[in-house]
């Protein structure tokens, strides 16, 4: 009699997972988590919709089991980030370095000429393994979740805080070019993904005095759920509005709508040199839970 059996061995790239994938990188994760004192960060609701064009989860096996697993995730433009694993039994074997010089291989036939890694910064083989490709760290972010949320209620009834639609593209790009000053065709290819993700939600704020008659974009944020947790993304206001308390308005109708809709925990993140906003998370109520470094490094 011939078996159909096939054991699962060494490195195998995905464009799209099965349920069986998705449970038992999250096994994985869970035990990596627990080992190290983590929380790297997964997005699950990513992991079940891949569009299915492109290598984006790189699995390795040693006599049919997972143990090693890279996820590289796209923000809609041409930059990657890489988060990864290895199970604790099987490190210092060279499982992760495989997975990375095959990512590096695949966004380099995809002319995408670096990716970010994203390494939690109290991981110690993390962090070597960021040294030892000497990748150059771009930036440092805390990911803060609210705890006791402390409202101050104060309200400007010149600023309105609505859902965004495709129609307010313009008034988008606007915002996210002086806030960040992201350039106008990596905003609207940006904007556009995030629009086509069921999980995303973008708000505008705007102002506007009513004897005036018209409204001036002011801010923006989106809101994305995970399967979780949800999460506070590109937050920006427009540097004149600044200062005025109108991020803590928009923060708080934020807050005050996932509530009402959903008993999820509500997280954010913040460059860990953004002392203003900082300050802002902390007395709304969040506190810090971890600290992620983002670093580059070329894919050839």
């Not at 060494?10 to 997972?17: A, I, P």
């Not at 990716?115 to 960021?130: D, K, N, T």
């Not at 972010?141 to 309105?160: I, K």
Request: glycine share 8%; with cysteine.
């Amino acid at each position: 009699m011939t078996s159909n059996f096939h054991t699962r061995q060494g490195l195998v790239r995905k464009q799209t997972l099965t349920t069986t994938d998705i449970t038992e990188i999250r096994q994985l994760a869970d035990l990596c988590n627990q080992y190290e004192q983590l929380h790297m960060r997964i997005s699950w609701v990513a992991l079940r919709s891949r569009a299915g064009n492109e290598y984006h989860d790189l699995l390795y096996y040693q006599d049919d089991q997972l143990v090693g697993y890279l996820s590289l995730d796209s923000a809609g433009g041409s930059e990657r980030e890489l988060t990864g694993m290895v199970h604790p039994a099987y490190r210092r074997r060279g499982i992760f370095t495989t997975l990375f010089r095959a990512t590096q291989e695949d966004c380099a036939r995809l002319s995408i000429p670096h990716v970010i890694l994203v390494c939690e910064r109290s991981s110690v083989p993390g962090r070597a393994f960021v040294q030892s490709v000497n990748a150059s760290l771009e930036l440092s972010e805390h990911e803060m979740w609210l705890a006791n949320f402390q409202e101050r209620g104060t309200f400007d009834d010149r600023v309105s805080f609505a859902q965004a639609t495709l129609d307010d593209m313009d008034a988008l790009i606007t915002v996210q070019a002086q806030s960040f000053g992201v350039p106008e065709i990596l905003s609207r290819q940006s904007l556009l993904h995030r629009f086509a993700d069921p999980t995303c939600r973008i708000f505008l704020a705007t102002f506007g005095e009513p004897s005036v008659g018209c409204h001036e974009p002011l801010g923006l944020l989106r809101l994305q759920e995970e399967d979780d947790v949800i999460g506070i993304y590109g937050f920006g206001l427009i540097p004149d509005y600044r200062g005025r308390g109108y991020g803590r308005q928009m923060l708080e109708e934020a807050i005050r709508l996932v509530r009402s809709e959903s008993e999820k925990p509500i997280m954010l993140d913040v460059d860990t040199t953004n002392t203003v906003a900082l300050g802002l998370y902390l007395s709304c109520g969040f506190v810090i839970r971890t600290t992620y470094d983002y670093s580059h490094v070329a894919t050839s």
